[in-house]
């Protein structure tokens, strides 16, 4: 699946924009086994990859018991993750910042939440306003593989699907965009997993997308 004329883009946030997922299983197994005596395996936190927080909630409540309200154990989460921000800028894709030129409307669709993205863009210096709208775990029902975040997305931008670009990092994350019926892209720098032959398209960095797709841009 391809587009030829693009009029919106929309981009995951974490592993597309920012290096996040790996802090993300350290931090989140790390507290649930130290402080909860909850264990991950490898195994299910590749399952859980690219999931919303409230699916990632749901799943453990399904499979785990939960000593606490999750609303507790998102609290202490987040106050970890503030500790560690603290001290550490994430790494940020290359070549975002020219994407974030090119004159269509453009989105986020995440499955963080909203603190969490306003954590992690302070940490980077970047805007709430370097896009049109950003969408976060708490204004979706369903999250990711669910394509719910995307088809609102495509709603505001008022586009049709074949003529925007997802990019994209996790299964999770692809299947919904596919769904939705939009061009998927992989973009391959700060992926955690390789997830290339899922997607439509991949792109080594954000730099490459842009010489390849800033002529394909198009507002009318």
Not at 150 to 157: G, K, M, N, Q, S
Request: hydrophobic share 45%; proline share 4%; net charge negative.
């Amino acid at each position: 699946m391809e587009t030829s004329v693009i009029r919106a883009l929309i981009y995951d946030f974490d592993d597309t924009i920012v290096e996040s997922e790996r802090i993300n299983d350290v931090l989140f197994s790390e507290l649930l086994h130290g402080e909860y005596g909850i264990a991950l395996s490898r195994e299910e936190l590749d399952e859980l990859y690219g999931f919303a927080w409230s699916g990632v909630f749901d799943w453990l409540e399904g499979h785990r018991v939960l000593p606490q309200p999750r609303q507790q154990v998102w609290d202490r989460f987040m106050a970890v993750k503030r500790e560690y921000y603290t001290t550490r800028t994430l790494r940020v894709a290359t070549g975002i910042e020219r994407m974030l030129t090119l004159p269509v409307p453009q989105a986020i669709v995440s499955g963080s939440t909203r603190d969490e993205l306003r954590l992690m863009m302070e940490n980077i210096g970047m805007r709430e306003d370097a896009v049109d709208f950003i969408l976060s775990d708490e204004d979706c029902a369903r999250g990711k593989p669910d394509p719910e975040g995307f088809l609102l997305a495509l709603e505001r931008l008022r586009v049709d699907p074949r003529e925007a670009i997802v990019f994209e990092d996790s299964p999770a994350g692809i299947e919904a965009g596919r769904r939705a019926g939009i061009p998927v892209a992989f973009v391959a720098e700060l992926a955690s997993r390789d997830s290339a032959a899922l997607a439509d398209m991949r792109f080594a960095t954000f730099l490459e997308a842009w010489e390849v797709l800033k002529d394909r841009v198009a507002l009318a």
